[in-house]
């Protein structure tokens, strides 16, 4: 899961060709033995929630051992955050790469670009692809090869409390400007803000932004667009949500004040995804969890946005065990396994057949977020996507703390752009 995309420093494409780097398996004999029985050691970097989805993770990826007795599976957790540039780190110097990462969707060109990833076309980890839908399935293909599964596919909705909802004699709102109403009425009802806005992570950002019509760049022309006046319209609409009292928001920490402050009642509302479900019931607003209520974001006044976002399963090409590595990949993407997640997490599958097992189709979270991410806008599939939330997240920051005006930060956030996207208009 997601706990926000990080703000990592631009790395410079290194421009690499991955030689024979080993991972940190250790599974130097590791493979497939002649009679075809697989062997050795598979790390795994899960990049998921710690304190819910981890776990969860954590049993059903050891749980593959039961299929293959024979080989080892090194779980691993690594913060969010950290995982881009950790990973690149590793694969750039051969030494301490898993053999498989839990890449957000962003990162997979990345990744393939630089030549740290093994095409999986032709392999195990590809087992009936046919099945993954559509849009979860867009992210893992650069250059016309796959390089990844997806594991699962999310987009993002407001999460309200329906007690404060009732509380303050208010529905949920369906406009930025409904939003702003519904906002006044509970903090003159109840004494409580209205909405949690994100201030350190521009992902947050971007429904605000396609709900003015605009976006981070246009790929298909490559023109960046975060600087023209919808981009700039977007960051006086966020900016004028905190300064009215509406939402509250900030500079650090994010998740952790969001999810804090919404589990304990203090905020009505926060833009959220499936992630989040899991540790919002462990709140204490949630003990019921019939409490929590998700709806569409607001829309702007161009419409309603939300951002496509996932995980994705990538195998190292350096690493030493590439047949586990496709079996595991394979394992962990499966149908059957997408199920327990659904299940156990409210995470959406990125398998068609799975949405039609009792388990995902009877479970109110995925019921709700699968039209919202079927609508969801598409990022840009291009390596430096995950890039592009570094500065655009300094603008962002600065813009809602008064240090920057809207018109400012949109157009310093687009001088960097241009920087980064060689021969982009």
């Not at 890039?387 to 920051?397: D, H, K, R």
């Amino acid at each position: 899961m997601r706990r926000g995309i990080a703000a990592t420093a631009l790395v410079a494409a290194l421009g690499v060709t991955l030689a024979a780097c080993g991972s940190d398996s250790g599974s130097k004999d590791g493979g497939s033995k002649g009679s075809g029985e697989l062997s050795g050691t598979v790390t795994w970097w899960d990049t998921s929630t710690v304190g819910s989805e981890d776990k969860v993770f954590k049993k059903i990826a050891e749980d593959f051992t039961k299929k293959h007795p024979k080989v080892t599976v090194k779980y691993v957790n690594v913060p969010f955050g950290d995982a881009q540039n950790k990973f690149k780190n590793a694969a750039q110097s051969g030494s301490g790469a898993p053999d498989v990462i839990r890449s957000e969707v962003a990162w997979t060109p990345d990744f393939a670009n630089l030549g740290y990833l093994a095409p999986l076309d032709g392999t195990a980890a590809l087992k009936d692809q046919d099945d993954f839908l559509k849009q979860a399935a867009a992210s893992t293909k650069y250059n016309g090869k796959t390089y990844a599964v997806p594991q699962v596919i999310d987009s993002m909705g407001i999460f309200y409390n329906k007690k404060i909802f009732k509380d303050a004699g208010v529905e949920v709102p369906k406009t930025v400007d409904e939003l702003k109403a519904v906002s006044a009425k509970i903090k003159q009802k109840t004494g409580k803000t209205g909405l949690y806005l994100r201030g350190d992570d521009a992902y947050w950002f971007l429904s605000f932004l396609y709900g003015e019509g605009g976006d981070m760049v246009n790929a298909d022309t490559k023109t960046v667009t975060i600087d023209n006046a919808a981009g700039v319209k977007a960051l006086k609409v966020v900016k004028d949500l905190v300064d009215s009292g509406a939402a509250k928001t900030d500079a650090t920490d994010g998740w952790n004040n969001m999810q804090s402050a919404f589990k304990d009642g203090k905020v009505a509302m926060m833009i959220n995804g499936p992630w989040a479900v899991a540790d919002t019931y462990a709140g204490k607003e949630f003990a019921d969890k019939a409490n929590l209520g998700i709806a569409p974001v607001p829309a702007g006044s161009a419409g309603q946005g939300a951002p496509q976002g996932g995980h994705n399963l990538a195998v190292y090409a350096g690493s030493k065990n590439l047949d586990a590595s496709y079996a595991f990949v394979e394992y962990m993407s499966s149908p059957e396994v997408q199920a327990q997640v659904g299940k156990e997490l409210s995470l959406l599958p990125t398998r068609t057949s799975v949405y039609g097992k009792t388990e995902v189709a009877t479970n109110e979270m995925i019921t709700f977020f699968k039209p919202v991410v079927e609508k969801s806008v598409e990022r840009p599939w291009i390596p430096e996507g995950g890039s592009l939330f570094a500065p655009l997240v300094t603008e962002y920051t600065k813009v809602l703390t008064n240090q920057a005006t809207p018109e400012q930060g949109a157009k310093t956030a687009g001088e960097s752009y241009r920087k980064l996207l060689k021969d982009w208009k």
